[in-house]
């Protein structure tokens, strides 16, 4: 069953299954966009702790800060793992070599299938 929980022209969050979904809608991502995509999903998942998808076949250029962030304790709150999802051998080649410089602090990897993605975060959903 999938939850609506924000969406505005930004960022659409749904939770599914236990995890929180992220379709981003931006092109660019700068930090002050950044760090509003991560006050949405915290306020929408009222803090707690899950594993995230996050939808980034949408972005064309993100800055450096705004990567840097997104890696960072604050970027990760909230986060058990992330699952990235990208369409493209660019966005490939991009979200590696962003995975390399910026290391994320939760387990995270890079899918260009959404089931697979899923499935591999299905093992950090909570069991309630």
């Known amino acids: 069953m999938k939850t609506l929980l924000f969406e505005n022209h930004e960022i659409e969050i749904i939770l599914e299954a236990g995890i929180v979904i992220c379709n981003w809608k931006s092109s660019y991502i700068d930090l002050n966009t950044a760090e509003r995509m991560i006050k949405y999903r915290l ?40 699952a990235l999802l990208i369409d493209s051998p660019l966005g490939s080649l991009v979200s590696n070599f962003w995975l390399n410089i910026n290391k994320p602090l939760r387990p995270t990897k890079i899918f260009s299938d959404e089931l697979k993605a899923k499935e591999w975060l299905t093992q950090y959903v909570k069991k309630v």
């Open 43 to 82: 306020e929408s998942t009222n803090f707690g702790l899950y594993p995230l998808l996050s939808n980034i076949r949408s972005i064309i250029h993100g800055t450096r800060e705004a990567r840097v962030f997104l890696a960072s304790e604050k970027g990760c709150e909230g986060i058990i793992a992330a």
